[in-house]
């Protein structure tokens, strides 16, 4: 069995973060390693409370796993903290950690509340990105990380491509709130900028604000990699497995979506 490790905050209403992480992971027949980043509480009235992991407790899960483990493929999500994403950098050079790495660059709940303490952003753009095979931001996390509006697919291009700066082989803009194309990706490789690849979304469910979309994505494409299968081709795969489960949702309280892993199904 493969262990893909996920580092992420735990969301208590079991739609996002680590708790939709290890639903992925598990579904994807692999086996689920985990670093708790924080402790949310939410339900369909938003964030109730977080409470960070102390950046030494995210250290010694890390060593943890890491000193006895072979960790095939990893993803971060939630780092709320500089301290804790230090530590994470940390942990992946020491450990000389080689396995593909899916970066989904989390800032916020899908309702919009703020997930990460101000300065982890530039802190995770300048010692993360360098580290990752694919960074996974949405619309609105690529605003923030380039400090520009993006509204367009032909702007998630350009948005993309400078996202590759920072120093990942890959760059995935998710086209979820793209005002001509809704639910189109961009994926561009290092190696090969001007080609961007356009994901076309199979199906898009504007009504549907499902939680933890994100999430299933980048667990998914890391479940792919460690596999062995090449970037496009893992990206296209999660891609399918999300759309199924938002198709399939189930609304657990009035306008509060929680994604269907149990329906969907990976190939
Ligand atoms: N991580 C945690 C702990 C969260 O609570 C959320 C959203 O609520 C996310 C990540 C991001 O979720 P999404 O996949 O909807 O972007």
């Not at 924080?38 to 339900?43: M, P």
């Not at 490789?189 to 933890?212: K, Q």
């Amino acid at each position: 069995m493969l262990n893909v490790l996920a580092i992420s905050g735990s969301d208590s209403s079991g739609g996002a973060g680590m708790q939709c992480d290890i639903k992925t992971i598990t579904k994807h027949g692999h086996n689920a390693l985990s670093v708790a980043t924080s402790i949310t509480a939410q339900n369909s009235t938003g964030l109730l409370h977080m409470e960070h992991a102390s950046p030494s407790s995210v250290a010694i899960q890390l060593q943890s796993i890491f000193s006895e483990l072979k960790v095939h493929a990893v993803k971060t999500g939630m780092i709320p903290t500089r301290k804790s994403i230090t530590n994470v950098c940390n942990a992946l050079t020491s450990y000389e950690v080689d396995a593909p790495y899916v970066l989904d660059p989390v800032l916020a709940t899908t309702s919009g509340s703020g997930l990460v303490e101000p300065g982890s952003l530039k802190s995770m753009i300048d010692r993360l990105f360098p580290l990752a095979t694919l960074v996974t931001p949405n619309v609105a996390e690529a605003q923030n990380i380039l400090g520009r509006k993006i509204a367009t697919l032909e702007e998630s291009i350009d948005a993309a491509r400078s996202i590759l700066q920072y120093g990942s082989k890959f760059v995935l803009v998710k086209g979820g709130h793209l005002t001509d194309f809704p639910g189109n990706d961009v994926l561009v490789g290092r190696y090969d900028s001007t080609n961007a690849e356009i994901i076309e979304c199979g199906e898009y469910f504007p009504h549907r604000d499902v939680h933890g979309t994100g999430c299933a994505l980048a667990s998914a494409i890391a479940c792919g990699l460690a596999r062995g299968r090449e970037v496009r081709d893992a990206v296209i795969r999660a891609k399918r497995y999300v759309t199924k489960a938002i198709a399939t949702a189930q609304e657990l309280a009035p306008g509060f979506w929680s994604l269907n892993h149990q329906s969907s199904h990976t190939d």
